[in-house]
């Protein structure tokens, strides 16, 4: 907000002019035409407001019309847009004004004022300085009104017209002041006293692609150069293109009097290109918005933009694709043909998130991919790791989590899943709720919480094991189990001691009690105001049995609480016994066979005696307390 005609005092030591009337335009023109005269600093100059005329006419620009003054009461019914607005209306004022030099010893010369205006002049502000001091008297208001139309007419902002609001300003200020006597202003104010019809700018077109947005990086923000968006993913109504039309602004008059009239628009970036039925073009009056259709991910091919779900890549690698992220909602199948067994189809330390993905090749070196479906043709790199529901692996090394996942050969990799499939494994480690391996090897570590199906053992030195919180939400859910439980059985214990206090209390006060009914009965009987002191006896007692009733009930609840919460735990201990560890041929070698109880939580270990055909086998209890693994029916 630039700022004009500030009060504050200056130390400059001039000598005095004498006081001259002029009629102007512009006055500050005329100070400084003055103070040139006498070899002076226009600062030191002041002036007195004689008379103000304001005149108006409309000039089309072919012919010339003559200026008409208008009476002061009749400025305010200017402020109509038919008449501001109107490109052809002008006005101006013209001043009479008595110049002298400054008084030294003028009452307001702390009193910091300034009057500043927005960029375009149409809102105009008064500005009392922090420090300011101002002593009240008779005069004030006028005075004060004064003063602010001398810096209003120094900065050529008009007087009488756009300033509806000064009398309310003016008249807070004073009201200030008169309260205060001696006001001093601890920090700066500023206040609106004038404002007129602020213009519209015009707006020029403009092409914005949503789906392109670059991310905003600084100079000490790492750039990723792995993720260069080779695929722009989209999702159904998501806008995508949008092209913003020129829009001519209005017009305005600042407070100086001046039309503001708008610039033409630039047109420029008119849409060239067209699109297909999967995306829709929606006409505004103020835009074109080109919004997705379906999911998929936006193509341009030639000079027509398309949604599609399927694309075809020879590899991704740093130098060919980069990262690709189009979020597992996108509905993208990403196809990678790279087969060559000795190249990576997914690159080294490319991270992959996609709907679905098919993986002819191999998946390189600390290689990520996350993705609802995925299958792998090639073999994963031990340092790789993928994520997905529905899995399909050939030869794996890496690791890898879902929920239906099947491995042709796993080499020493690991897994984690819910239902695992395993064609043939070489070592590796297994955890799943149901783990089924056609051709087990050796050195294979398989946990599940219901069951192990070996089709055929060719190996040793494995490692088999049910543990009925081997999920994470299965120990979660026990450990808050057992949390409860404790909270209760200690919430259930305090109640209990709370019940003998009030039973003993009842049980001890029960004779006085029936002592003071019956005198209760009498007195009423008789017409007799009871005794204060009974009565309160009386209602002590009654409130002890509610109470006691009250808890009782509590603690019946707490019971059936923790009797449920007691049944929930033993559910824990009650899977294991459902669960099995299966082996459909003879047993070779030495091989472990393990159940984790959860209470007590101790580990049964049972190792199956080389060549045996004992095939299914799960843990019974076999006393109170006692439990073993034993072959048992399937």
Known sequence: MALFGSNKSTNITSKKIRPTVVRTQNVPKELIKIAQSYDINADTLDFNILEVQTYTRMNDGTKETDWEEIAADELYQLDEKLTLLNPNFQIKQMYEVEIYSKDPDDPYQNFNLAVGANATKCKVYLSIKEGSRVSYNSRFEKELLLLINKRKIRANILINIFDEMLEDAISKISAYVRVQEHAIYAKSETILIAESYEPTLTQNDALIFHYDKKEIVDDHTKVDYAKRGFIHSVH?????????????????????????????????????????????????????????????????????????????????????????????????????????????????????????????????????????????????????????????????????????????????????????????????????????????????????????????????????????????????????????????????????????????????????????????????????????SFVKQYKQFQKMQEHLSTIKSEHEQMSDQLTLLTTRTASFQDDIFDARIINRGAWLGHNELKFRLVNPPVEIVFCPREGSFDKVFGLVEVEDGKFEIRAVKE
């Open 236 to 532: 159904r109504d998501e806008l995508l293109i949008e092209y913003i039309k020129a829009q001519v602004g209005k017009p305005g008059r600042n407070c100086r009097g001046e039309f503001m009239s708008p610039k033409e628009p630039i047109v420029k970036n008119e849409p060239t290109f067209q699109t297909d039925e999967s995306i829709k073009a929606i006409d505004t009056p103020s835009s074109i918005e080109y919004r997705a259709v379906e999911n998929g991910y936006i193509s341009l091919e030639g000079n027509v933009y398309l949604i599609k779900t399927d694309v075809d890549i020879g590899e991704i690698s740093f130098k060919t694709t980069g990262s690709i992220s189009t979020g597992l909602d996108s509905d993208v199948t990403i196809s990678v043909k790279e087969k060559d067994s000795v190249k990576d189809a997914i690159g080294m330390g490319m991270e992959v998130e996609v709907s679905e993905i098919n993986i002819d090749g191999n998946v390189g070196s600390n290689a990520k991919i996350n993705a609802i479906t995925a299958t792998v043709q090639g073999q994963t790199h031990k340092t790789s790791q993928i994520r997905a529901d529905n899995l399909n692996i050939n030869i794996h090394k890496g690791t890898a989590y879902g929920k239906n996942i099947h491995v042709t050969r796993l080499e020493h990799g690991t897994i984690d899943g819910d239902i695992v499939e395993i064609s043939q494994a070489l070592g590796g480690s297994v955890r799943a709720k149901e783990i089924t391996i056609e051709l087990c090897g050796s050195y294979v570590k398989a946990t599940a919480s219901r069951l192990i199906d070996i089709k055929k053992l060719h190996g040793s030195e494995n490692i088999f094991t049910i543990d009925p919180l081997l999920k994470k939400d299965a120990q979660e859910g026990l450990d808050e189990n057992e949390h409860n439980i404790k909270e209760l059985e200690q919430n259930i214990k305090n109640v209990k001691k709370e019940i003998i206090k009030y039973s003993k209390l009842i049980t001890d006060n029960t004779s006085a009690f029936n002592d003071v009914k019956k005198r209760l009965v009498h007195y009423k009987k008789n017409g007799v105001k009871m005794p204060e």
